[in-house]
């Protein structure tokens, strides 16, 4: 059973998140800490880091780590094909109807209408992570000032991870 | 091994390359492919990218597994468009069995815990700065703001599903049709 509840809530994030992987995240969460409680919010959280230690799509990352914590490699082969799926059958779909898909107005009004949601999605995420990411201030420093140093360009994002975790080492570590 | 099997072959290790290569999320996977496969390879035109980007961009899942699905399909049909999506996906699978494998084990370390802790501090930062950057190129006038606006309050106080909210703001855009 546990492989068709990992099949049918990775299908469903893999039908509804629009707008790329980011935006995923609420409904990621959703099924794997809500509603099936797969994984703790700490673990969550920690899988993010993770994911972005890890080459390839965020929401990939998550269905794959979700799936091997709950059911091993098939669980992980199961959780991921079922985010690839649906991807599978929309592209043919598109393909194959592409002219008509185009110019509905009615389409077109549906694809306008989900940036809006997209940034509601995204807003969230950012709430979501800024208030269980940062325990004191010491990680709140720490956020501030790689946030600034990434968005001047300063510095990339995997040796930026990898700082953090080091001075996270040294800081948390000896207490 | 005839031409037309090994081209796919070369094509599939140029996906796998492509997916091993690419940290911080699928959008970083996109100039890659459009190197290698417009650029170098010419297996494809410049226009036929673009659409299949913004194809890419409008359907939902991940952008990276839908691009390398398009352009498969595009190139040699449903069977290079499962080699394309496999081989996008293949690498971040087996990064991350490894790494669970170990972190499922060790997370509960202290040392562990106060390296997550420092790195978590980070992701925030990063997952800021990428919303803050989507989020300028998603909303285009007040009526995006506004409507942006309604759905996130709908979202933290009512807790509804979030596939609601994708459905709202896609039919509330089927009401306006501008």
């Known amino acids: 059973m546990t492989y068709l509840s990992l099949f049918l809530a990775f299908l469903r994030v893999g039908f509804f998140s629009f707008g790329g992987g980011l935006a995923a995240l609420p409904l990621i969460e959703r099924e794997i800490v809500n509603t099936y409680r797969w994984l703790s919010k700490p673990?969550?959280?920690?899988?993010?880091?993770?994911?972005?230690?890890?080459?390839?799509?965020?929401?990939?990352?998550?269905?794959?780590?979700?799936?091997?914590?709950?059911?091993?490699?098939?669980?992980?082969?199961?959780?991921?094909?079922?985010f690839c799926l649906p991807s599978v059958l929309l592209t043919i779909l598109v393909v194959t109807f592409l002219s008509r898909f185009r110019e509905n107005p009615y389409v077109a009004g549906f694809l306008r209408g989900l940036r809006p949601a997209l940034l509601a999605l995204l807003l969230r995420v950012a709430l979501s992570v800024i208030q269980d990411g940062i325990y004191d201030?010491?990680?709140?420093?720490?956020?501030?000032?790689?946030?600034?140093?990434l968005f001047f360009g300063k510095i990339e994002e995997i040796p930026l991870l990898l700082l953090g975790g080091a001075l996270g080492l040294l800081w948390y570590g000896w207490r | 091994m005839s031409e037309r099997h090994r081209r796919t072959f070369l094509l599939f290790l140029t996906f796998l390359?492509?997916?091993?290569?690419?940290?911080?999320?699928?959008?970083?996977?996109?100039?890659?492919?459009?190197?290698e496969l417009v650029e170098k390879q010419k297996v494809l035109s410049e226009d036929a990218f673009l659409e299949a980007l913004s194809i890419a961009q409008s359907l939902p899942g991940a952008v990276a597994v839908n691009t390398a699905s398009l352009v498969g399909l595009m190139i040699g049909g449903v069977t290079m468009q499962l080699l394309f999506i496999l081989a996008t996906a293949l690498p971040s699978f087996f990064s991350i069995v490894v790494l669970a494998f170990f972190f499922l084990r060790f997370r509960e370390l202290p040392l562990i815990q106060a390296f997550f802790r420092g790195a978590l501090a980070v992701v925030v930062s990063l997952i800021v700065l990428a919303v803050w950057q989507i989020g300028k190129k998603a909303t285009e006038d007040w009526i995006d703001l506004a409507v942006a606006f309604a759905l996130l309050v709908l979202l933290l106080r009512t807790g509804i599903h979030p596939l609601y909210v994708v459905l709202l703001g896609g039919g509330f855009g089927v009401l306006l049709r501008r």
């Open chain 1, 43 to 82: 673990e969550f959280l920690e899988l993010l880091a993770l994911s972005q230690l890890t080459p390839g799509p965020i929401a990939i990352n998550a269905a794959t780590f979700t799936g091997f914590k709950v059911g091993g490699m098939l669980g992980a082969f199961v959780a991921t094909g079922a």
């Open chain 1, 137 to 149: 201030w010491f990680g709140l420093l720490l956020s501030i000032t790689g946030g600034a140093l």
């Open chain 2, 17 to 35: 390359k492509i997916g091993a290569f690419t940290w911080g999320g699928g959008y970083a996977m996109i100039p890659l492919i459009w190197r």
